[in-house]
């Protein structure tokens, strides 16, 4: 949620919240939201994560939300919170994800800390003190700025603070130093910050630039040892702030200061601190171990706080990934907060925020910077590594200024624990590599020696080759892994046919279309209730009825559907199959500039953007091209190609997919399609959401995913640069696009409507009252009667294969698939086991099946004539 003014910049920020004050939805919060503790994990001697689910219920429906809580022991000695940033040399301005500064520190876990400008040089807006070493100072213009802090007695604290500081000339003149460390930054009462001040610059900030973003004309100053050495007027050193000294950067009667009483070869005098905003708070922060920035106060003696900045322009009342930090009422345990986007509330929001905060025990706690900047991570017990515990916004770890480290100070100590990990459920032929993990008695990791590790297995299902078990059996086995004095075991099922119960092939309700690609994941149920994907490599695909493939990824390529009708795609899996039958979509071309087409124009999103839409024929037929220009306004950027002057262009029936061909710049924007239903609700289609190809390229969207209301209207195409990252995207560029086509869901072809008459025990029939002679009659074996499987099948309009090998028949009709293998009464229908009264058997050299179960699956209707033991089928 990192954005330049998104904490408040003025009228411009007043502005804003009145703009978003008109799309905060309307929320009734649960009088008792619900948090369910869901696993817990030590990292390390005094840190915990704890896995939630908390249960809310938002306009009369029940919604949750998925969180990781890390508490920290704070009176334990061996572990400790502290600032994390531009690792491993605690440089500003080196962004980097949450993995990479935790990583490059050391430490044992993290999550993502303060706010900051995405436009300026990647520095915290609020206060840093690292190790006890005052990084940078609070941004004195914004107001309702929290910090977290701990003290040189390990208590923490979670309070504002403000700066004070000046500089002082040979002469014995002073002036006012507006920080350390800051990027410049519009306040609260628009005020610039750098305009008329002097900001000191230490070694701590990784740049030569120096908030030099041409709002002020800078003067810089370098100082060593207490010496003026270079003055730079209307200019900047061009040097990185030294190690025994700094950089002053002034402007405006800054400048007029510097001009006026310093000179270079004289000494100068600085002094500066950080101190509590609430004159009656009485720290001495010079002496504390760590402080971090972040935003509005959440949680104040147990009970939501008020806000203490305009929380909408955060999308403080929307439903986003969040994180936060607090602190217990005893002061013993801090709490490290990040809520993910990935439970059915698609994330929360602060005021819901602080009900969990509160459940989960903090007593004061204040907001950290969110959404896609919301990351947490931690080491798994035994792992030297860390690793993401929450799924991120967008599904990439973005760079972010700095974040909260914690970091592990234990001795090393004696072997405590030994885990074995790697997969529990495997498939024939499938290998997985398992890990000896040896942890201390502070739960920090210690090496093991693979060389000295014997592996078994209890049961004769796989082999080893050094840690990597092989399964080739199927069945039930414990596999171990020994190394001196310390044992650790894993219960593992290999699968086989024998044990499953179900396999389906997980594909949704979809209808093919030409040179489109689709996943085609096959998931398997034990008769022990688990359940698994199987690796694409291991299945075998028979597809029938179109020209397309399936590769070992598991995706269909469909090449050709020329004439088609539809499609069986046959998934097997050591011997147990399962079918899914697909329609073939029915294609509309909507929009085509050399056949058809729709008044367009342009539109954009804010006034400052620049947008044009044109027809182009450069890149081949005539299509549309949108030019944009994000380089001015603020918040999030828009494009449109409008259609019918934004009122919309009707689409007809109701489509299932949306294709279009887009010539991408690779500039990483977003591409949408927005859409209003027969309701008037709008909805914003993802094309993509990374723009990542140049050239032509085909770009889908499953509208069916959306639950629009039919008849629907499109109303724009358009490139969006999105508030949230909008550093890591260009702001300048085109693209094209056309052929805009729907996608209508197809239908199965009919099945024939033919009628078969069969008497038991005779080997007369009818087929369409046409007499037929069969080579073996109709019999009833323990009250089931049993019928000639081939006759019967391609009488009725479907096909029948015999495998003898296996012994095993294989009945196709529609989108049914039937497999029976004789003398076993357990027969596959559509991938799930199913049991008859009667096996199928071999008579004079045919096989006849159950009729019952038969009819039943493949959906015959059956008619009986008890006085002549007639048999009728349709």
Request: hydrophobic share 40%; charged share 20%.
């Amino acid at each position: 949620m990192t954005l330049q003014k998104k904490l408040g910049l003025g009228a411009l920020a007043c502005a804003l919240s009145l703009q978003f004050l008109a799309s905060i939805p309307s929320v009734t919060l649960a009088a008792d939201p619900s948090l369910a503790l869901g696993s817990q994990e030590i990292i390390t001697s005094g840190a915990v994560l704890k896995k939630y689910v908390w249960s809310t219920t938002r306009n009369d429906k029940v919604v949750t939300a998925n969180a990781s809580v890390i508490e920290v022991d704070l009176s334990n000695p061996n572990v400790k919170l502290d600032p994390i940033s531009g690792a491993p040399a605690d440089l500003l301005n080196k962004k980097q994800s949450v993995s990479q500064m935790v990583a490059g520190k050391g430490a044992v876990a993290g999550i993502n800390a303060d706010f900051y400008n995405t436009q300026g040089e990647g520095a915290p807006l609020g206060p840093q003190i690292t190790s006890g070493q005052l990084i940078s100072t609070t941004s004195t213009l914004l107001n309702g700025m929290y910090a977290f802090a701990i003290t040189k007695e390990n208590v923490p604290i979670v309070d504002q603070f403000t700066f004070t500081g000046s500089l002082t000339a040979l002469d014995g003149i002073s002036f006012p130093l507006g920080g350390v460390n800051k990027t410049a930054y519009w306040g609260d009462d628009n005020t610039f910050s750098h305009q008329d001040a002097i900001y000191m610059y230490t070694s701590a900030w990784g740049q030569i630039n120096r908030s030099n973003d041409g709002t002020t004309t800078p003067t810089e100053v370098l100082v060593q040892n207490g010496k003026v050495m270079q003055i730079a007027v209307n200019g900047v050193v061009n040097l990185l702030p030294p190690t025994d000294g700094y950089i002053l950067r002034a402007s405006g009667t800054g400048t007029d200061y510097v001009v006026k009483h310093l000179k270079v070869g004289d000494t100068i005098t600085s002094k500066y601190e950080m101190v509590p905003k609430d004159a009656w708070n009485h720290y001495d922060v010079k002496t504390f171990k760590m402080m971090v920035g972040g935003g509005s106060l959440l949680v104040f003696e147990g009970k939501p706080s008020y806000f203490t900045r305009d929380i909408n322009s955060i999308d403080g009342y929307r439903y986003r990934a969040r994180s936060a930090i607090g602190f217990s009422q005893d002061l013993k345990t801090a709490y490290l907060v990040a809520v993910d986007a990935s439970g059915s509330g698609s994330g929360i929001s602060l005021p819901e925020l602080q009900q969990f905060m509160i459940q989960a025990g903090v007593y004061k706690g204040m907001a950290l910077d969110g959404g896609g900047s919301t990351q947490m991570v931690a080491r798994p017990l035994g792992e030297f590594d860390s690793q993401q515990v929450i799924k991120t916004e967008n599904g990439n770890e973005r760079k972010v200024v700095n974040g909260v480290g914690v970091f592990s100070t234990a001795p090393k100590g004696e072997v405590k624990g030994i885990t074995l990990k790697g997969q529990n459920v495997l498939f024939l032929n499938e290998s997985s590599t398992y890990s000896m993990k040896a942890y201390d008695e502070y739960y920090n990791p210690v090496a093991v020696n693979s060389m000295t590790t014997q592996w078994s297995s209890t049961a004769p299902l796989g082999t080893f080759s050094g840690n990597t078990f092989t399964a080739t059996s199927a069945g039930q086995t414990k596999l171990s892994a020994q190394s001196g004095k310390g044992l650790a075991t894993i219960d593992v099922e290999v699968i086989g046919r024998a044990q499953i119960t179900t396999m389906k092939i997980n594909a949704g309700d979809i209808s093919l279309s030409e040179g489109q690609n689709f996943k085609l994941p096959v998931l398997v149920t034990t008769q022990s209730g688990k359940t698994r994907e199987v690796p694409a490599n291991l299945v075998q695909w028979e597809v029938k009825g179109i020209d397309a493939n399936v590769n070992t990824d598991g995706v269909l390529h469909v090449t050709n559907l020329s004439g088609k009708q539809s499609a069986q795609l046959i998934a097997r899996y050591d011997g147990y199959s399962t079918m899914l039958t697909l329609p073939i979509g029915i294609e509309k071309l909507w929009y085509d500039l050399d056949t058809t087409g729709v008044m367009t124009s342009a539109g954009k999103y804010p006034a400052e953007v620049g947008s044009s839409v044109t027809i182009n024929s450069s890149t081949g037929n005539k299509n549309i091209e949108i030019a944009y220009d994000f380089t001015k306004g603020k918040g999030t950027k828009a494009a449109y190609a409008l259609f019918n002057d934004k009122w919309g262009a009707p689409i007809e029936g109701e489509p299932q997919y949306m294709k279009m061909k887009v010539f991408g710049d690779g500039s990483m924007n977003w591409l949408r399609a927005e859409f209003n239903d027969a309701d008037g609700k709008s909805y914003k289609v993802e094309l993509t959401r990374n723009m990542n190809w140049k050239g032509w390229n085909l770009v889908t969207a499953n509208l069916t995913d959306y639950n629009m209301k039919y008849p629907i209207v499109i109303k724009s195409i358009y490139i969006a640069n999105p508030e949230q990252g909008q550093d890591e995207r260009a702001l300048q560029g085109k693209i094209n696009f056309d052929d805009i086509l729907f996608v209508y869901k197809g239908q199965l072809p009919a099945l024939p409507q033919n009628k078969v008459k069969l008497t038991v025990n005779k080997s007369t029939a009818s087929l369409n009252n046409k007499t037929m002679t069969l080579e073996q009659a109709p019999i009833i074996m323990s009250g089931n009667t049993m019928v000639p499987v081939r006759f019967v099948t391609e009488a009725l309009g479907g096909t029948v294969s015999w495998s003898d090998s296996e012994r095993k028949v294989t009945i196709t009709r529609g989108d049914k698939l039937i497999e029976l293998w004789i003398n076993n009464p357990n027969l596959l229908v559509n991938g799930d086991t199913v049991t008859a009264e009667v096996a199928p058997l071999i008579v004079n050299n045919l096989t006849l099946v159950p009729l019952r179960i038969i009819s039943e699956k493949l959906g015959w209707k059956v008619g009986w004539d008890p006085k002549g033991q007639i048999i009728t089928l349709e």
